[in-house]
Every structure is written in C-alpha cells, then in structure tokens.
C-alpha cells in the first residue's frame, strides 16, 4: 500500500512538472478568460494609434475651418472678360435756329429780301378791279428769301391788312439776283360794301423775317400814282408769289 502511494504521488509530481512546463515555453493550453493579461493586449492592439487619430482630426479641423492648407487651396477660374459695349450712335445736327428779329441769314448764300437789297413797285391793276401788283426785284449779290405776305401801311393808317391764307405757296418764295417776287393787293370792294374808305398818298412795305410777324430788316417807299390809291376796310394781300400770274388770277 505504501509504495502504490509513492507511486500515485510521483505519478502526480510528474504531471505537475509537465503542466508547469508546458505553460513556461507557450505549447500549453492558454485561458479564453477576459481577465487574462494576453485578452488585454490583444484588444488595445487593435485600436487605431493616437497618432493617427490626431492627424485625421488636425487635417479636417484645417482644411474646412481656415483653408490655410497649401496644398489644398485651388487657383479660383479667371473671370470672362466683359463684352464691349455697343458705340453709341452720333447725336444729329441740331436744326439752325431762326434768325433774330428774322434778320439773320439761312446760308452762307441765302438772306432776306427786305428794302436793303431789293427794289420795290407799286401799279395800280385796272384788272383785276381794284387791285394793286406789289413787285420785288433782287438788287443784291445773293439769293434771298420773300416770306409769308407784305406788310402795309397807307400814310398813318393804324392798322395792318391780313394776308390771304388760300395764296400761301408750299415753300418760301427765294429770288436769285435780278429774278422778281410778286404780290397781290385789293384795295376796296367791288360793291362798295367796304368802310372807312379813303385815299392814301404814300405806302410803306415792311419784311417779316422767318416767323410771322417778325422783323425782316429794312422796309421800302414806293412811289404811288400823284392822284393817290383808294382803300376801305377791305384792304387784303396776297402771300409772295414767283409767278405773276398766280397774282393777276387772285
């Protein structure tokens, strides 16, 4: 009994040394338990390192807060460049004002006529009855303009006849040197149905300059018959004609 006892004991002895062995040198059976320190190390292991951690954090706090990272920022597209703007169009050439007092000139070659370069007649017209023909004639170096109608006056009558809108002619009646102008006068009534008639001595032919009833410059004297012409209230003109005989059919 005593040496089957030895035996168990050396039996166990030995089987300890084996176990104990086997843990020293790494071929034993290792524990799955979590409170084993190879469990520990095994699971710190597999976690990212510090170091990388803080460079994914430092380069996306950079790159999106401040944009400081060089090797990120991008060169911006250049811009197109602007489109020329359109010239713009010439302004037009203002019309030429209307002469001072109608005095001025249109042209270097166009002036009035007035009693300073031309010459004026006055002939009583047996027909048609009671008119008198107004003539102008171009005594100057230049052409010049007759516009709208005469303006009369007999002696110191102090009233003005109208001109008869129905002879106004579509443009300005112009006379080169030495060309006429005419127009039209009647004097009195046919019927007798005038006032105020009466026999004047004298007449004084005044110029309007370019708009009515504006000053054309010199006025002329002609001369009358020695036994006068007579008005009345119906003392009308006609507008300045080129053609006499648009007159004489007035």
């Known amino acids: 009994m005593r040496i089957r006892r030895t035996r168990h004991l050396l039996a166990l002895t030995a089987l300890a040394s084996l176990a104990l062995t086997a843990c020293e040198d790494g071929n034993g059976v ?3 338990g979590a409170s084993h320190p190879a469990s520990s190390t095994t699971t710190a292991t597999a976690q990212p390192t510090p170091a990388s951690d803080k460079g994914t954090g430092t380069g996306t706090g950079t790159g999106t807060g401040t944009g400081t990272n060089p090797a990120q920022d991008t060169t911006g597209s250049t811009g197109s ?33 007035n009693g300073s370069n031309t010459k004026v007649t006055a002939q009583p017209m047996a027909r048609p009855l009671n008119h008198m023909l107004l003539t102008v004639t171009n005594t100057g170096s230049k052409m010049c303009d007759l516009t709208y109608y005469p303006i009369l006056r007999f002696d110191e009558m102090q009233w003005a006849p109208g001109g008869d809108k129905a002879t106004q002619p579509q443009a300005v009646t112009t006379l080169a040197p030495g060309e006429s102008g005419y127009a039209g006068v009647l004097l009195s009534a046919a019927d007798g149905s005038g006032d105020g008639g009466t026999t004047a001595k004298k007449l004084t032919v005044a110029f309007q300059g370019y708009t009515p009833n504006s000053d054309g410059g010199a006025s002329a004297t002609p001369s009358l018959p020695a036994k006068g012409v007579y008005y009345d209230s119906s003392l009308t003109v006609t507008y300045w004609q080129r053609d006499m005989d648009d007159v004489l059919s007035w």
């Open 81 to 113: 460049t602007g489109s020329s703007g359109s010239t713009g169009s010439t302004g037009s050439t203002g019309s030429t004002g209307s002469a001072g007092k109608g005095t001025g000139t249109v042209s270097a070659t166009r002036v009035l006529c």
């Open 30 to 32: 290792k524990d799955e």
